[in-house]
């Protein structure tokens, strides 16, 4: 243990050690010789891409760097430069700057070292990085503690790097010890202030338009006052933080404004509070720190795991700090939503997609840390791509942000995690052979209809239909039905015939659903062969069409793996699951019973979810737009971009041509061709039949096989679409015998072979080899299956649409690896699935597919367009049609050779019956619709039934014709169209027919009996009464009247309406005709019945009845009556009855309007109106009429809101100041020399404390002294008056003048006079008397003053001194209401001007504006002295302003002056002093007379009393400033500024270019002179502002003490509050800028205006509570409807005032009448729809027309006077017409001049010859209708083709004469 003395020694030893040390050390190692750099970026731990991407201002760059010496410091802790390379983007900057060593080490304490800094840079991504780029010479010190570096400026944009030292640094001591002279030091327990017992909370809240953080903690308990010390910090990296601020307070907040430098968005912020003890050095605390707390925006979850699955995650958006609203209408942040891809891949396959791309942050109250949201959802995009699990970042960006907080603030980003799920195909193949969605493989040999595919997780489900495909054991599809949601989607072709139909494809939606949009899509490729639908979910249907029907390819989306059930087997990666028991108990499980299926009916709509819509959301992104339901909210998202859809093969989107909506769905089975329907006349619309198209759209026929099959009921047919026979077929189970070869000869390996060429060897099985794999080798396997169970070499290329479509799955699900191998080449995969073989050679391959060249055509260009022939077989239904069963505008024709072609048409030839025989007419070509090379739909033209007559004669005949290539055509078929109603055309060759009993032929249109007419239910079709005219309805009953439910009733006043309801049991129109009734009661046509009630009925129920007829379209007619019972109105008090529309029309309920005063239901309360508060501060005393307010003092008004001015009554002491104010008034301050309260005054009787003494002679300069009184008299004995302010400028009578006694000893002569007219300056005689002071009084009894610590200014106003050099002061403007000068203010502006003039005059033209000023200074013997200008001086005190105008004032300021001089007599005249004035000390003794006031007048300056000192001066005297100096001192002494451009009391000076200068604003005010502004140290309130200086007024608009209450002029009614200046806040009921009109809840219709609350008046026509009824003063007939009150709007077909006007177009002729739309009434001899025929009997033959009554007109080669007789009636034969004179007109296939020469249409072929009408002899080795088929005696064997007599060309890999012989490959 060392002694206390060695102690000692040892402590002073250290200290000389130190003391040695410090004296050694360099002057840069003080405190001034250096500089410390203490930015937190340039750490070595702070990454600098943090800052580039959200402040790039914020960057180190040192290129401005001063040289000289520096020290670094990290948050406050030492620091130093790195010695090891240092990574780019670090240190806050691009280029960190580091110090390379060399192998040298760090200068020891007091050494210097000169090294070199090196700059890191790399010039590009992947470059190799430069740690010693750049060199900057640098100079290091030692001093002791830390290090000092001389740094230079670097070349650009680098930054010098720093790292903390691992010293402890002074200010950051632990806990328990405090920082005592930069040490730290452990201290006392008494001495420590108790540290936070909780942690700080920092939250954040809008204080006007700044956002605000606030750091709240409390205060532990302590016996001491305690501060706070609090120290904001900000994350700026992972584990460092930056302070960025730091306060002490003795509040227990801390308040910092986020102003986007130092506090900015997008960061994290803390702060950390330390207590001290008040006034105690060294006592903080421990810090205690707060929670970090974020500020900005905040996704609900910082990360989000989703899955391919369909799901949708409702994402929102939080602010953690308050939002803006820029007005009422707009508050929040718009954000801008995107979503990014890293991997790269997302433009071309997105990951998610979101429900908008654009959502509006809304604002809300701040709680749990969240100040507004916005939310959005989510999904995964179901991309069908094996592409991993795959990471998206979704970014918020602030839009079009005025505040500049979140201008430049980009938010983090959302990470989202996509876990891929599995899908897959189902495959349903030819025979079928079934692949399952997990690839197992089964054969389905059965027939009928089962259940394909079923998800378990959703509504989606697909149905196959298999039929027997024309093998002699097996089946094939030939439809399907799908159905997800309400939505069915069937694609059908087993409703035909094998080899004769292609698939029909129907989209059905529900009707309610129409609004929403369709949302399946039907596409269809390669010309209707590959059709493919696709669903919401990503599922979709292909179905690849051939003569035998279809294979099916159901793709499973994602949300079923795991959930399906069917035919396709379990979807979950096991094949073993995906059959359960024996397969044919498998099939027959899945097999759905007749009638079940979607194919026959459609399930009821079950409620579904709306779909909401989903884009990407990328850059550069655009959605589609598409209609979606109102439920959604609206968004800027209308695409559905949650499914990638993406297809390789071209396609056509034809969905509208198949929507058909379920409500119009009307299914009417038809079994039998030959079924006859009754009665279905009775139902058809014959108006509609016999348009001018009278080929109506039926069911086709349809396949009628019942072979083998149950029995079926009508009553079962009628719940099928169609009658399908595999469904009904019992079968048992196939039992397939397979064996080689087969029944033609078919070996195995001629199957193989054959196979292996088509499909391995094929454009698909090359091209897409690496992709297909082992599923080529299965293809193979499938084909030679096909082979065995057909022997039908045709079946080869049935699995090429199966590799085709396994290529475009493989190709799209390993889109995202491109570069794998498997892939190939991708870009020749995509041209060989677009075009297919590559168009063969014969034409071009496009984005759209294969543009073939001329002469070729299909899909792929593979057929020759004029390879072969048409041969027509057949017309479907031998040929015949009914038009009114079936649809004639279409009919099938089957033939061989058809070709899908461009050119592919048909050619009607229409036939007509003349002179006993069918003659061809015009010709039309017409749509042919491809659908096999042996079957196709032929359009038929369009006819007009106006020259038809119904007789043996069918409807019409056309020649059918088909051609290919437009060029070659083939034979013609003949169609018959009949009318089945009245007709019987079948079996008959002739193309005649036999009518039909029991028919009415009527105007050339056939009708069966019991048929109404169209125009009128009054006629209807009789044979037994008339076969060629109307009958009228014999039968006709009258209208039926629906009574009321329940008693009509009404009230005495009220407008009754009721709606009278009848029918007709014909459906005729009905009318209504008021026969008796009440007075003013009125009928409409349509049984409207109104009637006003008289308000005379007093009785308590009184009965009115109404007596009307009520008839229909055919007279019949019936007489009812109705009942109204009135009841009195019960309202009391003068109150009216309204009916109450809460009940139905007839009720007789009602509601009382009450009188002002009266209340309740019956308005029998009275109403308390003082419940509304309407006395505002006073008290509402209740009365009968109404109520009354009882005012409290200070107020008065029926409201007490008028305010009494108390200062008229004069409260205050004379000479104080009355301020009155609301309710209340205020008394100034007692004169000087008095106390009290304002209200009464006592005088002080302190004597006063000066004491005279003899001096020498001085020149006393009083600065602050101001004299206020007027001179009276210039004796002696002098009287002062005190100007005291006019009382009527304060609303107080004018008080009398006060005088005092002029003292003793002041002589009126002596001093100086200022001559008032003009005349100069002159000196007087001064007389020296004995020294006394004079009390010289202000305007408020206190001694005169220069400044405004005399209250010189008017009560409110603001009063400012002037700056020095300057004396006096300045007077604010009057208060707002008040005019004067700022001294005195009154109510009237004309009373004030009146007021301000009459002092001008009285006061010895007092200046409106006059300058106090002090005395004078003057020079120590002068006898005279004067002013060098007087124009100018009085120019410069000439600054009076117009009275009353609210200007500001310069107040007056009186000159004193004591000085000695010479009794000489008094000049008047300008002269100029001798020497300059002189001043003495203020330390002499003094003795002077009391100094004489004088006024600065409009007229000059002028003294009236006398005043003498004496001077002595000393050697140091200071001279004073000449007259003219002092008084140029003065702005108003300089030459003025001719406009006054600045600031009142604001100094202006003018410049040397003819310019102004303003001066600097008063004290209180700021600004640049011209404009100043005042300045309050305290905020104002709400509504107020700084009108002067620390002086709060309230804002136009406003009043009160607190300056809350809004003033509204005028005022509002009706209960109306005034919420802001002009703003009426309405009660309910009204509205308007005053509230001053009513309000109806339901607007008024019909030009209808409010005029009471709920009360609407209706204009003319118009009735109801909001005029809604519209009331016809006619009855429009033949369903007219009533448009206005005199209008009627017709039906198409009728015309005039009452539609009573039947229109006929074209017009009658021949003197026909139009009595109904387009009907005329003919008169004899006519007939016709238009009376267009006339009658002859016999009728006119050949062909000629009846003109009229027994004259025909014969066509061309017929005379006679029916036309009997042809012009060359024995020269044309063969059927030839003669139409001339020795001219026939030969029929088809014959010509020559008497048509007795055959001609062949076509050219006969290959040496035929034409020996008949198209009839060729053909040479040996040919046959057919033109010579064109070769024949081979021996059939060409294996599917090859004779093409020549006995010439086969072989298939490849075959030889031979007959193709026999087999090729080795």
């Known amino acids: 243990m060392k002694s206390p003395g060695n102690s000692l020694r040892f402590d002073l030893f250290m200290l000389f050690l130190a003391a040695q040390a410090f004296a050694q050390q360099a002057p840069e190692c003080f405190s001034g010789g250096h500089r410390t750099l203490r930015n937190p970026y340039r750490s070595v731990d702070f990454d600098s891409t943090e800052i580039q991407n959200t402040a790039i201002q914020d960057l180190v760059c040192d290129h401005l760097l001063a040289p000289g010496w520096y020290r670094f410091k990290i948050n406050n802790k030492p620091a130093e430069m790195p010695t090891s390379c240092v990574e780019m983007n670090h240190c806050g900057t691009q280029a960190p700057v580091w110090l390379s060593l060399k192998g040298k080490s760090l200068p020891a304490p007091n050494e210097v070292l000169h090294l070199s800094a090196c700059a890191t840079w790399q010039f590009f991504r992947g470059s190799t990085k430069d740690c010693c780029l750049f060199r900057i010479p640098i100079t290091i010190r030692n001093c002791g503690d830390f290090l000092l570096y001389y740094l230079q400026p670097t070349q650009g944009c680098m930054g010098y790097c720093a790292q903390v030292a691992s010293t402890l640094a002074p200010g950051f001591c ?50 001491h006052s305690l501060g706070f010390h609090v120290v904001w910090a900000r994350h700026i990296g992972q584990s460092m933080k930056a302070e960025i601020h730091r306060e002490s307070t ?27 003890r008040v006034n105690v050095n060294h006592s903080r605390s421990s810090p205690r720190e707060s929670e970090a707390f974020y500020a900005g925006l905040k996704f609900s979850v910082e990360s989000l795991h989703i899955a391919e699955n369909g799901e949708e995650h409702e994402v929102r958006v939080h602010s953690t700090v308050p939002l803006p609203c820029y007005d009422l209408n707009q508050c929040g942040v718009p954000l801008m939503l995107s979503v990014h891809d890293p991997d790269g891949l997302g433009h071309e396959v997105s990951n998610v997609a979101l429900s908008a791309c654009q959502v509006q942050l809304r604002p809300t109250a701040c709680r749990e840390g969240s100040c507004g949201q916005a939310s959005f959802f989510i999904t995964a995009v179901t991309d069908f791509t094996r592409d991993g699990n795959r990471i998206s970042l979704i970014s918020s960006l602030p839009q079009n942000s005025t505040w500049p907080l979140w201008k430049s603030y980009i938010p983090a980003p959302l990470k989202v995690t996509v876990q891929d799920v599995p899908t897959s195909i189902c495959y349903s193949l030819t025979d079928p052979h079934v692949i399952t969605l997990d690839g197992r493989h089964y054969d389905n040999h059965q027939t009928g209809t089962f259940v394909l595919y079923r998800s378990l997780a959703r509504d989606f489900e697909v149905h196959a239909r298999q039929w027997n495909c024309g093998s002699l054991h097996h089946a094939c599809g030939c439809g399907v039905a799908a159905r997800e949601g309400n939505e069915v989607t069937v694609v059908d072709m087993c409703n035909g015939q094998r080899q004769e139909t292609r698939p029909k494809v129907t989209v059905k939606v529900p009707g309610g659903e129409r609004s929403n949009g369709r949302r399946v899509r039907v596409l269809e490729s390669h010309q209707g062969k590959k059709v493919t639908i696709i669903f919401p979910s990503g599922a979709f249907i292909r179905a690849d069409v051939d003569d035998w029907g279809m294979s099916l390819s159901v793709r499973a989306p994602g949300v079923d793996y795991g959930n399906t059930q069917g035919l396709c087997g379990t ?8 059959i359960h028991d024996d397969l044919h108990s498998f099939i027959e499980h899945w097999r759905i019973a007749p009638g079940e299926s979607l194919f026959d009916k459609t399930p009821q709509d079950s409620r579904q979810e709306e779909r909401r819509p989903f884009c990407r959301c990328q850059k550069g992104y655009q959605s589609e737009k598409k209609h979606t339901s109102s439920q959604i909210p609206p968004s800027d998202c209308h695409a559905e971009d949650n499914v990638d859809y993406t297809s390789v093969f071209p396609s056509l989107d034809t969905t509208m041509e198949y929507v058909k909506h379920l409500e119009r769905e009307q299914i009417s089975p038809n079994v039998s061709s030959g079924h006859s329907w009754k009665g279905r006349a009775h139902h058809f619309n014959v108006r509609n039949e016999f348009s001018d198209d ?114 475009e799955r493989l190709l799209l699900e390993n889109r995202a690896q491109r570069d794998h191998e498997t892939l190939g080449h991708p870009d020749e995969v995509l041209t060989a699935l677009r075009c297919p073989n590559f168009c063969y050679g014969n034409g071009e391959c496009t984005e759209f597919g294969c543009q073939c060249h001329p002469s070729f055509s299909s899909y792929d260009c593979s057929k020759t367009v004029e390879e072969q022939p048409v041969e027509l077989l057949n017309l479907e239904n031998g040929g015949l049609c009914d038009l009114r069963t079936f649809d004639c505008r279409k009919v099938r024709v089957f033939g061989l050779g058809f070709i899908e072609s461009p050119n592919l048409s048909c050619h009607s030839t229409r036939l007509k019956y003349v002179n006993g025989a069918w003659l061809p007419g015009e010709k039309q070509k017409t749509k042919a619709t491809f659908l096999s090379s042996k079957a196709l739909d032929c359009g038929i033209p369009s006819l007009s039934n106006a020259d038809f007559m119904m007789d043996d004669k069918s409807y019409a005949r056309w020649e059918i014709r088909v051609t290919n290539d437009g060029s070659q055509y083939s034979l013609a078929k003949v169609l018959t169209i009949y009318d089945g109603i009245c007709q019987e055309c079948a079996g008959s060759r002739s193309g005649m027919c036999r009518l039909k009993e029991r028919t009415c032929n009527i105007d050339g249109m056939c009708f069966a009996e019991g048929d109404s007419n169209p125009g009128s239910p009054c006629l209807l079709c009789d044979p037994d009464t008339s076969k060629f005219t109307w009958s009228i309805n014999q039968v006709n009953r009258p209208p039926t009247f629906h009574r009321p439910q329940g008693e009509l009733r009404t009230f005495a006043g009220e407008n009754f309406v009721f709606q009278l309801a009848a029918s007709d049991p014909e459906g005729s129109a009905l009318l209504f005709e008021l026969v008796s009734g009440p007075n003013g009661a009125i009928l409409s046509p349509a049984g409207l019945l109104i009637w006003r009630v008289p308000s005379t009925f007093k009785e308590e129920l009184t009965q009115s009845t109404f007596h009307f007829t009520l008839s229909d379209e055919c007279n019949a007619q019936s007489t009812l009556a109705v009942q109204v019972h009135v009841v009195p109105c019960g309202c009391q008090n003068g109150g009216t009855c309204a009916t109450d529309f809460s009940f139905p029309a007839g009720s007789g309920k009602y509601l009382c309007v009450c009188s002002d005063g009266k209340q309740g239901d019956l308005c029998h309360e009275d109403v308390d109106q003082c419940l509304s508060s309407p006395c505002a501060e006073g008290t509402c005393i209740g009365t009968d009429g109404g109520f009354r307010c009882s005012c409290p003092e200070g107020l008065t008004g029926a409201t007490c809101r008028e305010d009494i001015d108390e200062c008229e009554r004069t409260p205050c002491f004379p000479g104080v100041h009355c301020l009155n104010s609301y309710g209340s008034y205020n008394c100034g301050p007692c004169p000087q020399g008095m106390q009290g309260n304002g209200t009464q005054c006592t005088a002080d009787m302190r004597p006063p404390t000066i004491t005279p003494t003899l001096a020498p002679r001085t020149v006393i300069h009083e600065v602050k002294e101001v004299l206020m009184q007027k001179l009276t008299s210039p004796h002696p004995s002098v009287q002062f008056t005190k100007m005291v302010p006019r009382a009527e400028a304060f609303g107080l009578p004018q008080a009398q003048p006060t005088t005092r006694r002029r003292p003793s000893g002041i002589s009126p002569n002596s001093g100086l006079e200022i001559d008032t007219s003009g005349g100069g300056i002159a000196r007087d005689p001064v007389e020296v008397g004995p020294p006394k002071k004079s009390s010289v009084m202000q305007n408020s009894g206190k001694p005169a003053s220069a400044t405004c610590s005399s209250r010189p200014c008017f009560p409110g106003v603001q009063c400012i001194n002037r700056r020095p050099p300057h004396i006096g002061y300045v007077c604010g403007r009057c208060p707002p209401g008040l005019h004067g000068n700022g001294r005195i203010c009154m109510k009237s502006a004309e009373a004030a001007f009146n007021h301000l003039s009459h002092q001008q005059q009285t006061a010895g033209q007092r200046t409106r504006s006059s300058l106090h000023l002090t005395a004078l200074p003057s020079r120590d013997s002068i006898k005279r002295w004067s002013v060098t200008s007087d124009t100018k001086l009085r120019q410069a005190l000439l600054v009076g302003r117009e009275g009353g105008t609210g200007r500001r004032e310069v107040d007056t300021v009186d000159v004193r002056a004591t000085s000695a001089f010479s009794n000489a007599a008094t000049h008047r005249s300008n002269v100029t002093p001798s020497k300059g004035f002189g001043v003495t000390s203020p330390k002499l003794s003094q003795q002077a007379t009391p100094p004489s006031p004088r006024q600065i007048t409009q007229s000059g300056l002028a003294t009236k009393p006398r005043q003498t000192a004496t001077t002595q001066t000393k050697p140091w005297t200071r001279l004073a400033r000449p007259l003219k100096t002092t008084l140029g001192s003065l702005p108003e002494f300089m030459a003025p500024c001719p406009e006054q451009p600045c600031f009142p009391g604001v100094r202006c000076n003018t410049t040397s270019d003819g310019g102004s200068r303003c001066g600097r604003c008063p004290v209180g005010f700021t600004g640049d002179g011209k404009m100043c502004r005042a300045v309050c140290k305290h905020t104002c309130g709400r509504n107020m502002e700084c009108a002067a200086p620390n002086t709060c007024l309230c804002k136009a608009g406003y009043a009160g003490s607190d300056c809350q209450t809004a003033i509204c002029e005028p005022q509002c009614t009706n209960g109306g509050t005034c919420v802001a200046p002009g703003v009426c806040q309405c009660p309910d009921g009204f509205h308007g800028e005053i509230c001053q009109e009513a309000v109806c809840r339901l607007p008024c219709e019909n030009g209808g205006t409010c005029t009471g609350l709920q009360t609407c008046s209706c204009p003319y026509g118009f009735v109801g509570p909001r005029c809604e009824t519209l009331v016809c003063s006619r009855h429009c007939h033949n369903g007219g409807r009533c448009v206005s009150p005199d209008e009627c709007s017709c039906q198409p077909g009728w015309s005039g005032p009452s539609c009573e006007t039947a229109l006929c177009g074209p017009v009658c002729l021949n003197g026909g009448l139009c009595v109904r739309p387009d009907s005329c009434e003919c008169p004899g001899g006519f007939y016709g729809t238009r009376c267009q025929n006339a009658i002859c009997t016999p009728p006119c033959k050949n062909g000629g027309l009846c ?47 008497r048509c007795e020469k055959p001609r062949c249409e076509q050219k006969c072929l290959n040496g035929g010859e034409c020996v008949g009408p198209n009839a060729c002899h053909c040479p040996p080795g040919w046959h057919g209708m033109l010579c064109h088929v070769p024949h081979c005696q021996q059939k060409c064997l294996y599917g090859s083709r004779c093409v020549r007599p006995n010439v086969c060309v072989c298939r490849s890999g075959l030889s031979g004469a007959l193709c026999s012989r087999k090729l080795s490959i």
């Open 250 to 276: 003795l509040k227990t907040f801390s308040l910092v404004e986020m102003d986007g430098a130092h506090f900015r968005l997008g960061e994290t912020f803390l702060c950390s509070v330390s207590t001290f």
């Open 571 to 578: 979807f979950d990666g096991n094949i073993n699951n995906d």
């Open 1747 to 1793: 003109m009229r009554n027994n004259v025909c007109w014969c066509l061309q080669g017929y005379t006679g006077r029916r036309c009997e007789q042809s012009v060359c009636e024995h020269m044309c034969i063969n059927g030839g017409r003669c139409v001339g004179p020795d001219v026939c007109d030969c029929p088809s296939g014959w010509q020559g001049k």
């Open 174 to 223: 632990p806990s328990g010890e405090v920082e005592v002279n930069g040490r730290c030091k452990a201290t006392s327990p008494t001495a420590t202030s108790p540290s936070l017992m909780s942690r700080p909370l920092i939250n954040s809240e809008l204080i006007g338009r700044g956002v605000y953080l606030r750091c709240s903690f409390v205060p532990p308990p302590s016996s």
């Open 694 to 807: 009278r080929l109506l759209s039926n069911d086709r026929f349809r396949r009628q096989s019942m072979s083998a099959s149950q029995s079926i009921s009508q009553a079962d047919l009628e719940h099928l679409a169609y009658f399908f026979p595999e469904d009904h077929l019992v079968k048992a189970p196939l039992q397939v015998q397979l064996g080689w070869p087969t029944s033609s000869g078919l070996t195995s390996s001629k199957a193989l072979e054959l196979c292996h060429v088509t499909l391995s060897n094929s454009w698909v099985g090359t091209v897409c080899r690496g992709l297909l794999g082992r599923r080529l080798e299965e293809a193979v396997n499938l084909c030679i299956l096909d082979l065995q169970l057909k022997d039908n070499l045709g079946w080869d290329e049935a699995m090429l649409p199966y590799l085709t479509n396994e290529c």
